[in-house]
């Protein structure tokens, strides 16, 4: 009797983990999910992200968005867009900006049919990458500069700059007020993540390219920093700079203070002086953020 009934037992907890491994996807081939998602043009998320407003109408009051003294989170179904001044058929979103604390503004710009930029105040400096589409960039000096997918530009204070777009286009901006470093002048640069090289970090396994000079006359960079899944930061960070961050591709649990937060591709992390914070990938793609950092100037 206990054999048949050892027996019976056997055959349930048989069909019950050919079941699960069909309904959770244990060992199972690409989903089509996947299988478009590579098909889909880079940073693609961006714009797109899973939990967008779509898949929250039956949630209604629900966001990820979270906003505390020493740190921010800005989901993309909180993005709230507007005409952004001084530019031409462009709408942004301004996801980062010093009523909450920072020092820095960081947006998101949606530049439309025959769009063109404005300019900044004289004295403030200006960082475009490009998340979706082409832009031209022109300078006082003439030169023209046509901007994919995954390429950049810094434009100094006080350089007379447009930014147009014959279709549409998306950008990610960092703007702040520049702090001068006595017989240093900081130029334009236009490159692309591609061709900047990949740095040793010592003690971590991510990668990590920096899209501007170390030097004394850039008072900010920006990095993009890589993670394959599983991996994470070693140091748990705590200092003086500010971060804005703005996740490309991945997902991933990010620690603000005593939070732990859920992120994905989309997600924007203001994280204040001194807030301690830490970084692991998750999923089964890369995380890639892109990481304003301010440098190369006393804290006093």
């Known amino acids: ?97 010093p009523a909450m604390g920072s020092h820095f503004v960081m947006y998101l710009a949606k530049l439309q049919e025959n769009s063109k930029s404005g300019l900044p105040p004289c004295d403030v400096e200006r960082f475009i990458f490009v998340l979706q589409g082409t832009v031209i960039l022109t300078s006082a000096n003439a030169s023209r500069h046509k901007l994919k997918v995954d390429e950049y530009a810094y434009l100094p204070p006080k350089l007379d700059h447009s930014i147009t777009c014959d279709s549409s286009a998306t950008l990610v901006v960092f703007e702040r007020r520049y702090s001068p470093s006595e017989n240093h002048v900081s130029e334009l640069i236009v490159s692309s993540t591609d061709d900047q090289p990949v740095l040793e970090t010592p003690g971590e396994v991510f990668e990590l390219r920096k899209l501007l000079p170390t030097s004394l006359a850039y008072d900010f960079n920006i990095h993009i920093m890589d993670f394959q899944p599983g991996e994470f930061l070693n140091v748990k960070e705590v200092h003086y700079n500010q971060h804005g961050l703005l996740l490309l591709e991945g997902q991933g649990i990010y620690r603000l203070g005593d939070s732990w937060y859920p992120v994905q591709a989309g997600d924007v992390i203001w994280m204040a002086p001194f807030v301690p914070q830490w970084y692991a990938a998750l999923g089964k793609i890369r995380t890639r953020y892109l990481l304003y950092k301010d440098v190369n100037r006393n804290p006093l």
């Open 1 to 97: 009797m206990r054999s048949i009934f050892f027996l019976l037992l056997l055959g349930s907890l048989s069909r019950l983990f050919k079941y699960t491994v069909a309904v959770e996807g244990f060992c199972s081939a690409p989903s089509t999910l996947d299988r478009e998602s590579n098909l889909k043009p880079l940073y693609w998320k961006v714009d797109n992200p899973t939990l967008s407003p779509v898949h929250l109408q039956d949630l209604p009051g629900f966001t990820r968005s979270v906003y505390k003294r020493d740190h921010a989170l800005v989901s993309p179904e909180s993005h709230v867009y507007g005409p952004l001044p001084d530019w031409i058929n462009t709408l942004a979103a301004y996801l980062i900006a």
